[in-house]
């Protein structure tokens, strides 16, 4: 049987979600169609709007529709510490796991200056090669400048990543932090 | 942490796809922002082409862009036989066992005069209180008219959804279906 060309495109865009295959996807398209066109149609505009609204905090990266995120413009975070993270939704992580009351700074990809009033940085990437890789070039570029620099430590699984971790785990891992 | 609304949005929207849950759909949403962002345009074009295109086949009721779908447009489909199913999920589960090559009927909560050329129903409804119950209704409608009227049989577990057996198992059903 052919299916009509825009309902396979559908299951076939379907597939762009994490962990949805093809069979997944097409009973996605079907449970859509069948039983919650709104829901579709809200699924749509969502996204529209998302990808039109959505930018990066000009401070720290993150996910914001302002100019600055409600992080980064809120006076009840400790200035003094900052946690580098390698995702927006790492930093989603953390804050779930309510064990830090600092700033952040969200690589994705690019690295920035620090500001001066720094005093300890966190270095939250993950347990990966490429976390620690990242982990480890900031903390020599950082090295000499007086600042304290940490390692978030135990909790995280090798190879895991702070995704998939749940927020017990990884507010253990900031509380027993090491120098780098 | 407040979360931009957009991106708040767009993790409710997600939760209408079956099987995701808030966690889930909070990884799809940073997923598609981080990661696809070409993805969630594809998506979003996705979901409004279909809800604009598919409608239901004028014959049998099952999803298509044209008048009539390509199985009912279809000269070498057996017109002498026909499978009553619930929905067009089912209807492509029953396409998907390869056990079957007349014509279908998607109840869709309607039912609907047959045309005198028929010889065989098969009910393929799904063994649940309402799919049995559904049957039943249909075979008495359809009672004295001379036709055989067959409900598909082993394979199905008791309480199951076609969208959710293997082909081969459906297959089975088919080939072993009885007098109704």
Redesign the interface.
């Known amino acids: 049987?052919?299916?009509?060309?825009?309902?396979e495109?559908?299951i076939?865009?379907?597939r762009?979600?994490?962990?949805v295959g093809p069979k997944?996807a097409?009973?996605?398209?079907?449970?859509?169609?069948?039983r919650?066109?709104k829901?579709?149609?809200?699924?749509?505009?969502?996204?529209?709007?998302?990808?039109?609204?959505?930018r990066h905090c000009a401070r720290c990266n993150t996910?914001?529709?302002?100019e600055t995120?409600?992080?980064c413009a809120s006076p009840r975070r400790d200035a003094a510490l900052l946690c580098v993270v390698e995702?927006?939704?790492d930093l989603?992580m953390m804050?779930q796991s309510q064990s830090y009351a600092g700033l952040y700074f969200v690589l994705m990809g690019r690295l920035s200056p620090l500001d001066g009033v720094v005093k300890e940085v966190i270095l939250a990437t993950n347990f990966t090669v490429e976390g620690e890789a990242t982990a480890h070039y900031i903390s020599e570029m950082l090295a000499g400048k007086g600042l304290a620099i940490t390692r978030i430590a135990r909790g995280l699984p090798v190879g895991g990543e702070l995704?998939h971790v749940d927020s017990g785990t990884l507010a253990q891992a900031v509380l027993e932090r090491r120098p780098a």
Chains 1, 2 share one sequence.
């Open positions: 049987m052919e299916k009509p060309a825009a309902l495109e559908l076939q865009a379907l762009c979600l994490p962990g997944s097409q009973r996605m398209a079907y449970h859509l169609l069948q919650d066109p829901g579709a149609e809200r699924l749509a505009s969502g996204l529209t709007e998302a990808l039109a609204c959505i996910f914001t529709q302002a995120c409600s992080l995702s927006p939704g989603l804050e995704e």
